[in-house]
């Protein structure tokens, strides 16, 4: 119920149709559990790194939902992949839930792997961990409120 209601956030804060969404919701289901990340926090990093824009690239070479590196994480590319496999939403968000896990473990905790994800960790304001966080709260409070209204 909780991706159900945030789907239907995102599908209307980022003007994506839900149809599209749907097989990004549920890799971020199936990643969160195989790497001990909750989903909805995955959600709220791919609306912050790239709005859902699975062709999003950055200055820094950062390619796809979760805005991956590919010359950092060819090791995570299932076997047979090229790094055009970056681009497919759900690999993309499979490798990015893992390299978040492995952020937080490596940094201790949520706030400063938030960070290390973001190649953030000298920034004393958290700027980049803040916003994840307000958009998984975004994500949460829709939740709450699909579920009184029910």
Do not use: C
């Not at 789907?7 to 839900?18: E, G």
């Not at 709220?44 to 820094?60: C, G, K, L, T, Y």
């Not at 979760?66 to 681009?87: G, S, T, V």
């Not at 939403?89 to 473990?105: C, D, K, T, Y």
């Amino acid at each position: 119920p909780a991706m159900a209601a945030a789907l239907d956030q995102v599908a209307q804060r980022y003007r994506v149709s839900a149809e599209a969404l749907q097989p990004v919701f549920e890799a971020a289901q199936t990643a969160g559990r195989q790497w001990r990340v909750d989903p909805l926090l995955i959600i709220a990093v791919i609306s912050i790194e790239s709005r859902f824009n699975p062709f999003s690239q950055s200055n820094m070479g950062a390619i796809g939902l979760m805005q991956i590196i590919p010359r950092y994480h060819q090791d995570k590319l299932p076997k047979e992949a090229d790094n055009r496999a970056f681009l497919d939403p759900v690999i993309n968000v499979h490798i990015g839930a893992r390299i978040l896990q492995e952020s937080i473990q490596r940094q201790g905790g949520l706030i400063e792997g938030l960070q290390y994800y973001a190649g953030a960790i000298d920034d004393t304001e958290q700027t980049y961990a803040n916003k994840v966080i307000a958009e998984k709260t975004r994500l949460e409070q829709a939740s709450r409120r699909k579920d009184a209204a029910a």
